[in-house]
């Protein structure tokens, strides 16, 4: 490989390296490690119950991102309308919670929107540092102590303390304190936050969104069961399979901690900052039922640690071909970190019960428990310094890291297609590598 002209390579084939691919005009070749692409947008069957690697519903606001969506499973999506729930309290309310109070006890309505006023109203404060002092600042007390600090530990894995406030005005809606009030005695009108409507495929799961796209790629330039071995940031050169390849940009999507490691020689305050990047494990579970669901809900927020999930999702509530007829596919993300234990498992079946999402543990089929390695990146203390060195670093090499763990961010499906997309163009405008 060492002979031929230098290309663009993309090393990750999940939908950021999808998209990529696809947008780019100069010449590209496509290396992941796995045997098929996808990264993450990818669906298991068991039995006639499909599972994605626990929900993934494509929000599309973005013009460009439609067209693709459309253009590459036409007709074959449905535009669903969503239903997320919050279980708390015994009651199940709507979501965002903190717009929509109403069906708690009235002492826990009470203590929210006193705790909204005060915010609003008190005596302020130094600018919130971290996450939990956000909420605080613009919760309130009580909304707060109910659900926000509560569910945001279970989700993140880590204490909202550490956790920086910079990340969440675009996924943590903010109401107003109308919409607070009204959502307290139920007069709320429309839906609130960034995912009120999502394109699910009609058959096969996510991963038929994935496959699709992946299919309009010339398959001459795309190589699986290609892992990065290498990457000499010196000479410009991967090495994949033993093989040497020289490159006029990297487009890099793997998680980046895997190619740090994988770059020799690094400056010593570029491996200070790598030793810094912090991510979170899940542990989830795909769990059938041999019964139709109880609950119509797509997905439902958990803050309470009586439950050993934070959400549950039911993919056959989004399309009915998720599961054969009269059954259901669920997903259990579990807020426990680490391996998945026989109790876990029957406390989870039994908080399915508790919740009224099913009759009986009986009508649990199967419950896999699986994990995902690289889940949420933690916006800690050290992240913005040690992105922006890293970055920095790496782009004045010709290496440019993308997508949700290339990019070392938090984002969705649609902002891995748009990433791609954004940094297709500046290769090849010549804004971001050598010169075309
Ligand atoms: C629990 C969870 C729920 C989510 N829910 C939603 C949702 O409801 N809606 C939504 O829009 N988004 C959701 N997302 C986000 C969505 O999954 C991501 O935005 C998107 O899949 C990121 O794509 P990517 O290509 O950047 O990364 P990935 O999909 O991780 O792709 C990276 C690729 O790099 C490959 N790779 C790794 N190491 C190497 C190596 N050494 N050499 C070569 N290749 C390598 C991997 O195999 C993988 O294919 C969710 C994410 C998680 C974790």
Redesign the pocket.
Known sequence: MSNVSPKVVI????????SAALHLRRPWVL????TR?????VTRERDGHFFD???????LRDDGSKHLAAETLPGQMVEVERRARIFSHGATTLYPFQANLYGLPPEVVKECLLGVIEAKYGPGGPEPKNFEEYCLRHFGKGISKHFMIPYNERLWGVSPREITAAWCSRFVPLPNLEQVVAGAVGANAGTLGYNAT?SYPKQGGIQTFSEALAARLDPTCVHTR???DQLDYRRREVT?GGERLPYVAVVA???LP?LLR?MPGLPADIEQHASRLRCTT?R?LDLATRTRPLVDWHWVYVPEARFPFYRVGVYSNAAASMAPPGRGSFYV?LADRGPVSETTVRASVHGLVAMGAIASPDDVLFADARA?E???VVFDDHYYAATRAIFAFLEAHGVFP??????WTY??????LI?GREVAAAIDGGSLGDKP
């Open positions: 090393l990750g084939g999940g939908l950021t390296g999808i290396f992941e490690k796995e692409l996808g990264g993450l947008v690697r626990t929900g993934h519903w494509l929000h999502f290609a892992s990065l994949v999507t793997l998680p895997e994988r899940l989830y993300e995902i690289y889940a949420y993308r997508g949700r763990y290339g990019g984002n969705a499906m649609e902002d891995a990433a």
